[in-house]
């Protein structure tokens, strides 16, 4: 059973950063391949970057270049860092977890506004 839970959401301006964070329970993160996903307002869930048990990463077109997924195991934590947030950003950002089961979080918030 794996639990998680997103943090660090938020408003920022147009060209900010944020960092989100997901920490998950349990002592099999380490297995689990990790995707963060969002949901803009009338939008379906789409992913936004994964990382796999090994760190390596992929990301949508849409925020390659200005994001990066990272991942420490030792903590049980995968991180989101946004730079050059554009309005179109603004969304529920989702963490999930997939191996044996797969689990989500509940979601932060992320608006991007002046």
């Known amino acids: 059973q794996v639990h998680l839970v997103e943090a660090g959401g938020g408003l920022v301006q147009p060209g900010g950063s944020l960092r989100l964070s997901c920490a998950a329970s349990g002592s099999t993160f380490r297995f689990y391949d990790v995707g963060w996903y969002r949901q803009g307002p009338g939008e379906q869930r789409q992913v936004v970057a994964t990382?796999?048990?090994?760190?390596?990463?992929n990301y949508a077109d849409s925020v390659k270049g200005r994001f990066t997924v990272s991942r420490d195991n030792a903590k049980n934590t995968v991180s989101l860092q946004m730079n050059s947030l554009k309005p179109e950003d603004t969304a529920v950002y989702y963490c999930?977890?997939?191996?044996?089961?797969?689990?989500w979080g509940q979601g932060t918030q992320v608006t991007v506004s002046s």
């Open positions: 999930r977890a997939a191996w044996d089961r797969i689990y």
């Open positions: 990382i796999t048990r090994i760190g390596r990463t």
